[in-house]
């Protein structure tokens, strides 16, 4: 068998009346995977399969050889919605507190997630009072402290400053380096870049699939975003 954290066979999802990905084929190791692509392509739609909560029309999509959304998969799972998850009447801590107890992780994470996450200084702030940006480091720390496997980010570094965003993708890389596979959505082109490999889908289909370097020497391009449209409009 191989190797894959998630394999994904013939994945169908309709939406209303919108079939939003068809008949799509994925395997997933380790490593950063970025899944780029323009607002409503199906990226969140695509993450929330891996995580069990979508319903799907067809296909299989399995999590270290377990069906997505199944209990085992629970602690080995982490997973940022674009809305952050944290309580806003709790502070960070209280949350970080909260969630802990819930997936039984030792109370010692706290302190290091809030560290991995860059919020030491505000684990006693109400989240109501923080910004979005650190409101939406707390959802990552939450994430973080069951020591997932597996890490779905929808678009984490959105209203975050450049040096933030680097701080975050020097701590996705990290994770991956320690085994995670790290799984990052992003509709920022430039974000492709750090990745270790890129997915570009559009309107549902992954339409390239490489290394940045791979992709923008296939396309013939510096840029992903270049790269990006001569894919889509390859008579341009
Ligand atoms: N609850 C829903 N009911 C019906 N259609 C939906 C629903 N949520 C999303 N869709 C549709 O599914 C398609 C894919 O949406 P999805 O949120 O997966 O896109 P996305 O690539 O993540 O976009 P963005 O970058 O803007 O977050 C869109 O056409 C959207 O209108």
């Excluded at 209303?16 to 969140?44: E, H, I, N, W, Y």
């Excluded at 399995?62 to 919605?81: D, I, K």
């Excluded at 959505?185 to 791979?214: F, K």
Aim: one cysteine or more; charged letters at 25%.
């Amino acid at each position: 068998m191989m190797n894959n954290s998630v394999e994904i066979r013939g994945l169908t999802v309709v939406r209303g009346t919108r079939t939003v990905l068809r008949d799509l084929d994925l395997a997933v190791g380790g490593g950063v995977t970025g899944l780029l692509g323009p607002s409503g392509c199906g990226k969140t739609t695509l993450l929330r399969c891996l995580v069990g909560v979508q319903q799907v029309k067809g296909g299989s999509v399995r999590v270290f050889g377990e069906e997505a959304g199944s209990p085992v998969l629970r602690p080995r799972t982490g997973y940022v919605t674009q809305a952050a998850s944290v309580y806003d009447d709790l502070t960070v801590a209280e949350n970080l507190r909260f969630f802990g107890r819930v997936l039984g992780a030792d109370a010692a994470r706290a302190d290091t997630v809030l560290e991995q996450v860059d919020l030491a200084d505000h684990g006693d702030q109400v989240v109501s009072r923080l910004s979005g940006g650190q409101r939406s480091r707390a959802s990552l720390a939450v994430a973080l402290l069951g020591e997932p496997d597996l890490l779905v980010l929808d678009e984490p570094t959105v209203g975050l400053d450049p040096v933030l965003r680097r701080d975050l993708w020097q701590l996705f890389h990290r994770l991956a380096d320690a085994g995670a596979a790290v799984i990052v959505s992003s509709h920022v082109m430039d974000e492709a870049e750090r990745c270790d490999r890129l997915l570009l889908m559009r309107e549902g289909e992954i339409i390239a699939d490489g290394t940045p370097d791979a992709i923008r020497e296939r396309t013939g391009t510096d840029d992903i975003e270049q790269a990006f449209l001569r894919i889509v409009e390859p008579a341009a």
